[in-house]
């Protein structure tokens, strides 16, 4: 099964409001990054995450590695935040491939 | 950050013959990854390529299929052998700088094999 799964598959989002994605391992994960592919395919790097939050512009990040779990707040969604989110970790301990998850496809209307 | 090249962009080949993809990265880097992405779903790893060793292939990833170069510390190549339709994909090479794990992906190469 998958080893990272994220949840919802898809969201539809009007602008201006908020929104949480989860992100779910079955592995034992340290660290956790995030990432957003656009529809062209660019995939862009927003967290990188250990244990803790880190928040960015209207992104916030929280990862708990107990619990084996990461979400993504996207606060006043813009139509710029649509794409796929892609939560992903460490494939190895100490090693730096990265196990993606499945994948959050957000779209953001107006 | 780190900076990847990749080349080319996208291809268009006919099954049973090889190409290549390149990766290049704007400064030294220890580690490359390539991964590969089926079309609306997600990205999967390929192989780790550090330089002067053999790379190391995940499950379902072979060295005869996938051969992957490493001859210096800024780049590497990805040939797919033997391509079939099935191959299709959009392939990435990936790195982050030594002292930080943030990862940073090149452009991709889209290819299609009819």
């Known amino acids: 099964g998958d080893k990272v799964k994220q949840s919802p598959s898809a969201l539809s989002l009007q602008e201006g409001t908020n929104s949480a994605l989860r992100c779910n391992f079955s592995?034992?994960?340290?660290?956790v990054q995030w990432f957003l592919q656009n529809p062209r395919g660019s995939l862009m790097n927003l967290f990188y995450l250990v244990p803790g939050t880190k928040e960015n512009g209207r992104l916030k990040s929280a990862f708990d590695s107990k619990e084996s779990y990461s979400t993504l707040h996207i606060r006043d969604a813009q139509l710029e935040d649509s794409g796929t989110y892609f939560c992903?970790?460490?494939?190895?301990?100490?090693?730096?491939?990265?196990?993606f998850g499945t994948g959050t496809t957000v779209s953001v209307s107006p | 950050s780190v900076l990847l090249y990749q080349k080319p962009n996208r291809d268009i080949c006919q099954s049973g013959t090889s190409l290549k993809i390149q990766c290049v990265a704007d400064?030294?880097?220890?580690?490359m990854f390539w991964y590969q992405q089926f079309q609306e779903q997600s990205l999967m790893l390929m192989a780790t390529?550090?330089?002067?060793?053999?790379?190391?292939?995940e499950s379902g990833f072979t060295k005869d299929k996938f051969p992957i170069s490493r001859p210096n510390l800024t780049f590497s190549t990805l040939t797919v052998n033997n391509a079939r339709p099935g191959d299709s994909s959009i392939y990435f090479c990936?790195?982050?700088?030594?002292?930080?794990?943030?990862?940073?992906f090149g452009p991709g190469t889209r290819l299609t094999v009819l």
């Open positions: 400064s030294q880097v220890v580690s």
């Open positions: 992903a970790a460490e494939a190895y301990q100490g090693g730096r491939a990265l196990i």
């Open positions: 990936s790195s982050n700088r030594q002292s930080s794990y943030e990862q940073y």
């Open positions: 592995i034992a994960a340290t660290t």
């Open positions: 390529a550090n330089e002067g060793s053999e790379a190391t292939y």
